[in-house]
């Protein structure tokens, strides 16, 4: 029985659907790694299943936007994981890791920022090679904070042992609970210690990204920025706590 040439050329495209589809989902979420621009602090973003929007994205927004401003050491932000396959927040978003901590050879880490995520009150302070990894980190980076219950993680690394610190109001009472030993401010938004500063997170975490860019780059720049995000930056009128 002969085979029409339609017939043929509609076979022949059904295989070459089927390659390229197999194409498209092999590669659908790889991404090419950042550039790192030299003479910029490295800033990683520690994210897994569970991470909470907000705690990311203000940060995130807030240190991306310094590479706008000129005359100034801005920043290389960047997502690291302990995998590189997609992390899906608490609210639905799915996020792409730039990097994974348990096998790849990172960049020096300047500033390591921990946002809040489902899990950090439980299960995420079971998982030993991210705590190790956070304390490894944290011997060598100029700040190390928190956004919420972000603190919980640093806490159990052990890093916030001889500092005061905070997280989210409501989880005040867990947290002093959890780690009777630390010294807890609460009803401030953040709190600055030494190279650590731990935020009550949600939406104010973008106060505490911008506390940071005025402590590296002064008020004026720090106006700006919030300027550009439409936020009303006055340090003076934020509940905080500063240890000098």
């Not at 960047?78 to 050879?105: C, H, Q, W």
């Amino acid at each position: 029985m002969k085979v029409s040439r339609f017939y043929k050329l509609f076979l022949t495209g059904l295989l070459l659907l089927s390659f390229f589809g197999c194409q498209v989902s092999k590669n659908i979420f790889e991404k090419e790694k950042p550039t790192l621009e030299p003479d910029r602090y490295n800033v990683a973003f520690l994210v897994m299943d569970g991470v909470y929007n907000t705690e990311l994205t203000a940060p995130f927004d807030i240190f991306q936007h310094t590479i706008y401003r000129e005359g100034i050491k801005s920043m290389n932000t960047f997502i690291v994981a302990n995998s590189l396959k997609p992390v899906r927040s608490f609210e639905g978003m799915y996020i792409l890791p730039d990097f994974d901590y348990t096998k790849e050879v990172l960049p020096k880490i300047d500033i390591l920022v921990v946002p809040s995520a489902e899990h950090h009150l439980d299960t995420d302070l079971e998982d030993e090679a991210m705590i190790q990894w956070i304390q490894k980190i944290d011997q060598e980076a100029m700040y190390v904070t928190s956004h919420c219950d972000g603190a919980f993680v640093l806490a159990k690394a052990g890093i916030l042992d001889d500092v005061v610190s905070t997280t989210f109001p409501s989880d005040v009472p867990k947290y002093k609970e959890m780690f009777p030993h630390l010294k807890v401010k609460d009803k401030v938004l953040f709190v600055h210690d030494g190279k650590y500063i731990t935020s009550a997170g949600g939406a104010k975490s973008f106060e505490a990204a911008l506390y940071l860019c005025e402590v590296l780059y002064g008020k004026e720049i720090a106006k700006r920025l919030a300027g550009g995000l439409v936020i009303d930056w006055n340090l003076d009128a934020i509940e905080k706590y500063i240890v000098q």
